[in-house]
Each structure stands twice: as structure tokens, then as C-alpha cells.
């Protein structure tokens, strides 16, 4: 089963903030996310395992609560290079460590 | 900074035609996937493959789909048959182990006609 994010889509200036979120019914060993920009390859952003850790680097960083089987995506100060689609992908564990299943996406558009 | 590439780019194929998708995984990576996209839609898992043998694959990957490595460094997705269906952009991805991150290829997109 697919992870589902909120919000769908997400319209930002230039220096906000976003949150985005994924929730899954299946118990989650990791989830990962990823960026796309129109006609591009995802671009791996982080990997969150199970454990419940934190993760981020400069302005974007996530969480994982795995009693919740919830991750978030925290984006700050964001810049027009934000824009694009946002994916979690989730990995069950047991013989589907390697198996990313994604969520539907969330698109982001950052404005000046 | 070492990529994962694909040949060729986009693909354009008669319905009923064999196709193959080739990928270049990253040298050291052990780990190779297959994804597919529709357009407009999320990313789909087709297939894991690690020792020369696949790891697990979806209920898309049927009889008509079949993966390669045929020599070191290649890694290749035939599909035997086209359909209508097929159309879509297919990425390849590979990582170093099965619980790593996972780089995506710029993909190949295949229209069937």
C-alpha cells in the first residue's frame, strides 16, 4: 500500500516555510525522499530509518516517528530551487528493504 | 561525481515490438532497481536485482519483463512484447546496499505506437 502525503500541492514566496507529510498503514523499516523537477530524474533528498531519528542538512531536514508510521519533510527559508515535486518512498523491511513504494507526491512551486 | 546513465533517452516502439532499456549503474553499487513512471503519476517499483538473480519484483513485472547484467557493468530491461500500456518513463536506480539510498538514472522514455 502506498504511503499518502498532504498536502497535494503547495505555493510558496521565496523564504517561507513548508511541511510535508507522509503517512502509511503498513509498518515502515525506512523512508526515503526524493525531488523531481518536470522531465527529470528524482533526486534522492535523505533516508530516514527506523529508530525514530531526525535527519537534515542546511534548510531541509525530516522526521520519522515509526509508532506513527509517519515521516515529514521540513523545508525553511525556501528558495525558487525548491520548486518541484516532493516524494516519500517507503520500504517495508523483511525481504522488501530495497522495494521503495512512493507516495502520490506533493507539488511545491516557490514564487519571488 | 559518479551517475547512473541510460541509453538511449526516449524510445519509440511499435505495439507488439521488443524493446531494451539499458542503465549503467554506478561502479561500486551492488544493488540495481527498475522504476517506471506514467506520465503525470508516482514513481512504481518494477524490480530488484542483486547477485545476478532478482530480489523481488511487482505484480507489473510480469512474463513479459525481463532483466540483465550482462557483463560488468551493464544492467538492461527488455520487454518482450509492447503494449499501449508500456508507455511511460522507465528509471534506472542502484545503491550500495539493499537498506542504502537508491540514485536514479535520467531515465529513457518509451512511447508505444
Known amino acids: 500500500q502506498q504511503p499518502v502525503q498532504s498536502p497535494q500541492a503547495v505555493i510558496l514566496r521565496e523564504g517561507e516555510d513548508a511541511v510535508i507529510n507522509c503517512s502509511s498503514s503498513?509498518?515502515?523499516?525506512?523512508v526515503h525522499w526524493y525531488r523531481q523537477k518536470h522531465g527529470e530524474a528524482p533526486v534522492f533528498l535523505m533516508i530516514l530509518l527506523k529508530g525514530g531519528e531526525q535527519k537534515g542538512h542546511e534548510k531541509i531536514s525530516a522526521s520519522f516517528n515509526e509508532k506513527k508510521q509517519q515521516s515529514s519533510l521540513y523545508l525553511t527559508a525556501s528558495q525558487l530551487s525548491y520548486s518541484g515535486t516532493y516524494f516519500c518512498?517507503?520500504?517495508?523491511?523483511?525481504?522488501?528493504?530495497?522495494?521503495?513504494?512512493f507516495g502520490q507526491g506533493t507539488i511545491l512551486t516557490v514564487h519571488p | 561525481e559518479p551517475e547512473v546513465t541510460q541509453t538511449p533517452s526516449h524510445q519509440v516502439t511499435q505495439m507488439g515490438q521488443e524493446v531494451i532499456l539499458r542503465c549503467v549503474p554506478i561502479?561500486?553499487?551492488?544493488?540495481f532497481y527498475w522504476y517506471r513512471q506514467i506520465l503525470g503519476q508516482k514513481v512504481e517499483f518494477l524490480v530488484s536485482?542483486?547477485?545476478?538473480?532478482?530480489?523481488?519484483k511487482s505484480e507489473i513485472f510480469d512474463d513479459q519483463f525481463s532483466v540483465e547484467r550482462p557483463d560488468g557493468s551493464n544492467f538492461t530491461l527488455k520487454i518482450r512484447s509492447t503494449k499501449l500500456e508500456d508507455s511511460a518513463m522507465y528509471f534506472c536506480?542502484?545503491?550500495?546496499?539493499?537498506?542504502?539510498?537508491?540514485?536514479f538514472g535520467p531515465g529513457t522514455r518509451l512511447t508505444v505506437t
Open positions: 561502479s561500486n553499487h551492488l544493488y
Open positions: 536485482f542483486y547477485n545476478n538473480e532478482i530480489s523481488e
Open positions: 518512498a517507503s520500504a517495508a523491511g523483511g525481504t522488501s528493504y530495497g522495494k521503495l513504494t
Open positions: 536506480a542502484s545503491s550500495t546496499g539493499v537498506i542504502y539510498e537508491q540514485y
Open positions: 503498513k509498518a515502515l523499516y525506512s
